[in-house]
């Protein structure tokens, strides 16, 4: 047993859905997860995306030979992992990535909204 997080992947611009099975096969060949361990929608408007909750810790570098194979394809992760903290974006391109955490900011305190 590991730590998992939920992996929402996107694609732009959008694919066609032979491009998308293609994309989808190299992920799946990439992360040694079988095909049944992801849930996708292939290309529809708005979006189409490939998801997996997982204990997936190669991640970063798998979707980094990813946008390699594709170039000109920008990948886009969002990541909810097990921590109610951990949440973050990161983004893909021709062997390029970087990552950001997600700001939580609570508001100040309102008295007029006691009740």
């Known amino acids: 047993m590991g730590y998992y997080t939920g ?5 732009e611009p959008e694919q066609t859905e032979e491009m998308f099975n293609k994309i989808l096969n190299d ?14 929608r292939p290309p529809t408007p708005p ?3 490939i998801c997996i909750y997982a204990s997936w ?4 570098t798998n979707l980094i ?18 921590s109610s903290d951990d949440r973050w974006k990161a983004w893909f391109q021709n062997g390029k990535s970087y990552q ?16």
């Open 7 to 11: 992996f929402d992947i996107t694609m």
């Open 27 to 40: 992920l799946i060949e990439l992360s040694d997860y079988p095909k049944d361990s992801w849930d996708w």
């Open 47 to 49: 979006m189409s995306h």
């Open 57 to 60: 810790y190669d991640w970063d």
């Open 65 to 82: 030979e990813l946008s390699k194979r594709y170039p000109d394809i920008r990948f886009t992760v969002y990541g909810d992992g097990d």
């Open 100 to 115: 950001e955490h997600a700001e939580i900011i609570y508001p100040v305190y309102d008295e007029s909204k006691m009740k």
